[in-house]
């Protein structure tokens, strides 16, 4: 677009820019051409501004997403898949809050009486809503952090008790945003002996432990009591693992008011087995408290859907072990029989054993078998890796995210977020002052965006699946290990037991945004 001398004058006259007469009277024809130019410049960025805000606001929203969705990784064909196998907790199992409440207090509660730590943190109240599921804990610093695919720090998502590190001190204390990757894995041949200077908490059940280690850091920071943050975090951990038998007996004794209830799951079990499909469950769980849970969801023939079931298989030995016997568990008196097992046999309870051992005693491998859990990397990992199953995550998360995807302001931040960032990344060469301090007011615009995407999720650490934009850590090794994933079991039902999963056609960098005009 052309513009006169004229009208370049009566916006500079409007515009912030504007210069007294006086100033415009005197200035020499160089310097009229140049506020000429200065003026033309705003003008465009405003106006490019101004079309793309427009754009946005008449593009159509995307259609939402399918909460009971079940979503694909890797290309999975059912038809292939003959063998189904479960884990227990937070897969068939859902828990109510309830059970973070219990776990939290058990937790603390013990860090008090066989730990010995001052009697104070006993008022520390569980916060639910503070952490989510994936982030990691610094185990030498005392943070706990958010960390992408890339395995850079998110900014702006890292705490130290209950309180938020400014990025100045993130960046003083790691020097750069990028976690080398030995920090994140043990490295090297004895990788088994190593322990990692970061670990992941990456179930359900880590979410009470993440929450009493910041309440408890945060009441040592504020009462001034000096502490090291790798023996706070065993001693958190060990706490909350020690208490699991207590919470076992407690839920056991009032399963209601700890387990969500969810009679679709006997119909999931009803279509597999008349497909003539074998099913198997393995947990870490007892007996008597999965015999307690599968009783109320399924009913008191629950066994009888199972060809194979282990309990207490102390996962992930039981997938990387290879020596470890199966042993018959006696229901009744609750011991484990001494004699050797030599087939898996249907009615019965095993507990410990092998997953190598499953294999040659039921000849089921490779890709006819389809197991799923809720943890990407314990659960899922060796069994794809190293044994070829294919693989199914239960994230519970996803109900959240995507009823939070689906609202339509979401929807049009993320547009309008995406769009901008074009925008900024259109006209970043501007080297004129005053057009410089456009684009970065859209650069600040932009920040503010983000950060308000990242909160509706949670206040603090954003989405269990994104950082700002990349995928979290904890996406990657979900994309990585699981050829499927969804947010509940039962949302199989939407599905043929002969259909295949197609991943959708990602778009790469050098490739178009889109195969449709």
């Known amino acids: 677009m052309m513009y006169s001398s004229c009208k370049v004058l009566r916006r500079l006259a409007s515009s912030n820019l504007a210069i007294s007469k006086e100033v415009t009277r005197k200035c020499s024809p160089q310097l009229w051409n140049l506020l000429l130019q200065r003026c033309m410049s705003q003008i465009n960025l405003e106006e490019a501004y101004i079309r793309t805000k427009q754009k946005c606001e008449s593009k159509k929203l995307p259609q939402d997403v399918n909460i009971k969705g079940v979503f694909a990784c890797n290309e999975l064909d059912l038809k292939e898949v003959n063998v189904y196998g479960f884990d227990y907790d937070y897969t068939l199992a859902f828990y109510k809050s309830s059970m973070d409440f219990l776990l939290y207090r058990l937790g603390r509660d013990m860090l008090i009486d066989i730990y010995k730590y001052p009697s ?280 959240h995210e995507i009823e939070t995807l689906n609202q339509p302001e979401f929807k049009q931040n993320i547009n309008w977020l995406q769009m901008l960032t074009q925008l900024i990344e259109d006209h970043q060469a501007q080297e004129e002052p005053h057009s410089q301090a456009v684009v970065q007011k859209w650069i600040e615009e932009r920040d503010e965006l983000r950060q308000k995407i990242k909160t509706v999720f949670n206040e603090q650490f954003g989405s269990v699946f994104r950082t700002f934009h990349n995928p979290t850590y904890f996406s990657r090794r979900l994309f990585r290990f699981a050829d499927i994933y969804t947010s509940k079991i039962t949302n199989l039902l939407n599905y043929s037991v002969n259909h295949t999963f197609y991943p959708r056609r990602g778009v790469m960098p050098h490739e178009y945004s889109s195969y449709f005009v």
């Open 120 to 399: 104070g943190i006993a008022s520390l109240e569980y916060k639910p809503g503070f952490a989510v599921r994936g982030l990691h804990y610094d185990i030498e610093k005392g943070l706990l952090l958010k960390i992408d695919s890339f395995m850079q720090i998110q900014l702006g998502a890292v705490y130290r008790g209950l309180s938020p590190v400014s990025d100045e001190e993130v960046l003083d204390l790691y020097k750069n945003r990028v976690i080398p990757i030995a920090y994140l894995e043990p490295q090297g041949k004895n990788f088994q002996n190593v322990t990692a200077k970061m670990v992941q908490l990456a179930d359900l059940f880590s979410v009470p432990e993440m929450s009493l280690l910041c309440n408890v850091t945060e009441y040592f920071i504020r009462n001034g009591i000096d502490y090291h943050p790798e023996i706070l975090f065993r001693d958190v951990k060990n706490s909350v693992q020690r208490c699991h038998p207590v919470m076992h007996g407690i839920v056991e004794n009032n399963v209601a008011e700890y387990l969500e209830e969810n009679k679709d799951i006997r119909k999931v079990f009803d279509r597999l087995v008349a497909a003539r499909k074998k099913l198997f469950l393995v947990t870490n769980s007892p007996y008597h408290f999965v015999d307690r849970g599968m009783k109320f969801l399924v009913g008191e023939d629950w066994c009888d859907f199972f060809d194979v079931i282990i309990v207490q298989a102390r996962k992930p030995k039981f997938f990387t072990d290879e020596s470890r016997p199966f042993r018959e568990y006696n229901k009744k008196s609750g011991t484990q029989l001494w004699d050797r097992v030599h087939k898996l046999e249907k009615g019965k309870i095993y507990y410990e054993g092998t997953l190598k051992q499953l294999e040659d005693m039921t000849g089921w491998r490779g890709e006819q078998v389809l197991y799923f859990g809720d943890h990407p990397y314990s659960d899922l990992a060796d069994v794809t890796l190293e044994h070829g199953w294919r693989t199914g995550a239960i994230i519970n998360e996803l109900t």
